[in-house]
């Protein structure tokens, strides 16, 4: 209670001062934020619509000055949350707290965010100057100061001489600049970015990351990405959560989450997985031994074993890009986990080449080579050996099988 | 390649003959629909014979005399403005009230908006409703509730026939609203009131605005509800009417030729504003 009631005191009014006590060069490109205190942190949301949870306690800290994306498939409830925090839905239980302060039951006009919409909702009926002023002529800033900051602003998203246009005269990248723009001039504590690159072809989009990243390192605000492109999401961020049903699935720095991931849902959903279900044999401080189903013992390091329970049953993973493939006749390095299979499909995709390898296991394994000339490339119907360093094997706990997981989900 | 060339020429003469049609038809439905206001104007510039200044339909030549005498008719002035000052009146107050029905009636489902579908029906019933009905019972409820028949009783009567009109029109602008546009607004700090102000109002304008004006053109020249009513002072439809038994004063057309022209105005600004905008 007492935490509410102090959040009830941020507001916009307040923010008025806080920007206007940075004085005028405080606008200026290349500085950092308030990093002292912005961040964000979810505590135990829950969010139901009638039956449905969209969002399971979410439990979530992100720091300051942070780019942090919340990646999954549509439903997953990673809309849900960014809208709570914009203040447009209200949780059915749970806090957040947004640089320190419980916001929320706060109206979206009383929080220090600022969202840039999938549709960019900018105003039709107001010019490029105009959307981007809004904001700060609610704050009563005095003309100069917006007329700077405006300018200042669409300078840093590229736009800069485009004041006077209309919403309807431009294209979707500059819409999205603009949109950009709009939220950014306000200085928030958090960006959130719900989708904005959804709208766009794949050229503009990746062109888009790339600056979205420049952006967010010059003006040094954390920014809140939701997306359910894990590409866009490893591209551009610090760390990220995957969520499904609701939950986060696993969190983390991109290459932590996309190298250890701990649910099965994780590994096929960021990047890749060759899953291979098997027992837990015997457990060591230096190794673990899986029997795979099919006859093949494959070791694991003991850090990538999640927590299972009473269960022994796993499913053990590797990545396609991480496995070898070789004649059948070469030997298995020390350290290296191997099986034998035969070459049904070998795909030519430029940058590399992407094999399906038939395996007495009863499973198909992907193996993606990467194409730098030297290494020798089977054919299809090609008697092969794949290895993999047993760092690079983890272990998930398999999902129930009537879950299935849908790739497509996210459109 | 043959079959093309043979089809060309009857394609060609269809069009032709649809390049004159079309205009032909559209200038006799144009002058179907002006020429009694024609008359009426041709007749407003006529001379009277006698002392009985009254209309006739014979032509006596041309004066400008009721022009300039526009006011001479005590009786007549007063309708007309007490006309102006109730049309005003009805139309502000539901203009305001048949855009918050249309927001409402758009953006709340039953379970927040309890008889929604009551609402909608009543809607409909009011626009389909005989005015003769509407009319006689206002009569019956203002007489049985002991209200003097006046100025009140008109303005109740107006924003109760037209509000249902306003409804509609700014409902159909509203529906394709993208609430997004608002969420932004909230998301950039401006409070529900400022955002209806800055967003929502300027992008339903249109709407609103033709729902005015429709409210606007019901109640100046609506006579049915009126003529019940109207205590002492008559509105400009019910005093015009009240004469015709007489004789009409050659200044009724002169008022009448006055809002014709306003209407031609108001029709063209609009036009050049949604020309200036595209």
């Known amino acids: 209670m007492a935490l509410r009631a102090e959040g009830e005191t941020t507001n916009k009014a307040e923010g008025t001062e806080r920007a206007a006590a940075r004085g005028p060069r405080a606008g200026r490109p290349g500085r950092v934020l308030a990093v002292e205190t912005a961040d964000v942190e979810f505590v ?73 919409f ?70 928030p504590k958090v960006l959130l970015l719900d989708e904005p690159m959804s709208a766009l072809d794949a050229k503009l989009r990746r062109q888009m990351q790339i600056e979205l990243k420049r952006i967010q390192a010059q003006v040094g605000i954390t920014f809140l990405y939701v997306t359910h492109d894990q590409e866009e999401a490893m591209t551009m961020s610090n760390r990220l959560a995957v969520m499904w049903h609701g939950r986060i699935e696993g969190m983390g720095s991109p290459k932590d989450v996309y190298d250890n991931p701990t649910t099965e849902f994780v590994a096929s959903f960021l990047g890749a997985s060759n899953l291979l279900p098997g027992t837990i044999e015997s457990k060591s401080s230096d190794v673990v031994s899986v029997a795979v189903e099919g006859g093949v013992t494959v070791h694991v390091p003991p850090a990538r074993l999640p927590d299972l329970g009473d269960s022994r049953a796993v499913k053990v993973g590797v990545r396609p890009e991480k496995i070898g493939i070789a004649e059948v006749s070469s030997t298995v390095p020390d350290g290296y986990n191997s099986i034998h299979g035969r070459v049904v499909v070998s795909t030519f995709t430029g940058v590399g080449n992407q094999y399906i390898v038939e395996t007495p296991l009863g499973v198909t394994v992907t193996v993606y080579a990467q194409n730098i000339g030297r290494q020798w490339a089977p054919r299809s119907g090609d008697e092969v050996i794949l290895t993999w360093p047993v760092e690079h094997t983890f272990t998930v706990k398999p999902l129930p099988t009537s879950v299935e997981i849908n790739e497509t989900e996210g459109d | 390649m043959s079959a093309l060339e043979t089809a060309a020429p009857s394609h060609t003469t269809r069009r032709r003959w649809g390049r004159v049609l079309l205009p032909v038809y559209s200038w006799l439905v144009i002058a179907y629909l ?132 306003v409804t509609v029109t700014v409902r159909a602008r509203l529906a394709g609203f993208d609430r997004s546009l ?13 955002t209806f102000v800055r967003v929502t109002l300027p992008l339903i304008m249109p709407g609103v605005l033709a729902g005015a004006l429709m409210a606007f053109a019901l109640s100046i020249d609506d006579f049915v509800t009126s003529n019940f009513l109207s205590g002492a002072s008559a509105p400009f439809p019910v005093w015009v009417y009240g004469v015709t038994r007489v004789g009409i004063p050659p200044q009724v057309f002169v008022f009448g030729t006055g809002i014709f022209a306003v209407g031609i105005g108001l029709a063209i600004t609009s036009i050049v504003i949604a020309r200036k905008k595209v």
């Not at chain 1, 549709?119 to 700077?148: C, W």
């Not at chain 2, 608002?182 to 400022?194: C, I």
Request: charged share 15%.
């Open chain 2, 182 to 194: 608002e969420e932004a607004a909230y998301d950039l700090g401006a409070n529900p009131w400022t």
């Open chain 1, 118 to 187: 999938q549709s960019y909702a900018l105003f039709p009926h107001l010019n490029v100057f105009e959307n981007v002023a809004f904001g700060l002529r609610r704050q009563r800033f005095d003309r100069t100061e917006i007329r700077r900051r405006v300018g200042e602003i669409l300078e840093i998203v590229d736009l800069p001489n485009y004041e006077k246009r209309q919403s309807s005269q431009l294209s979707g990248g500059q819409q999205q600049r603009v949109a950009l723009a709009r939220a950014l001039v306000n200085e």
């Open chain 1, 44 to 116: 135990g949301i829950t969010k139901a619509f009638h039956e449905l949870t969209a969002v399971d306690d979410l439990n979530l800290k992100v720091e300051a000055g942070e780019f942090f994306s919340l990646l999954g498939p549509s439903g997953c409830g990673k809309t849900t949350s960014l809208r709570m925090l914009g203040g447009f839905e209200e949780p059915t239980t749970g806090r957040i707290l947004l640089g320190g302060q419980d916001v929320t039951y706060l109206p979206p006009y009383r929080r220090d965010v600022n969202t840039v």
């Open chain 2, 34 to 165: 002006v020429f009694p206001i024609v008359i009426m104007i041709i007749y407003s510039f006529n001379k009277t014979i006698g002392s009985m200044q009254l209309v006739s339909f014979t032509w006596n030549g041309f004066t400008g005399q009721w022009y300039r005498q526009w006011s001479d008719v005590p009786g007549l002035t007063q309708a007309f403005w007490l006309s102006i000052r109730l049309g005003l009146t009805s139309t502000l107050i539901s203009t305001v009230l048949g855009t918050m029905l249309a927001m409402a009636l758009v953006r709340y489902r039953p379970p927040r908006f309890r008889g929604k579908s009551i609402f909608e029906q009543v809607l409909f019933l009011n626009i389909a409703a005989p005015e003769i009905v509407l009319g006689a019972s206002l009569l019956g409820m203002f007489v049985s509730l002991n209200i003097g028949r006046g100025f009140l009783t008109l303005v109740l009567s107006h924003v109760m026939f037209s509000i249902a009109y």
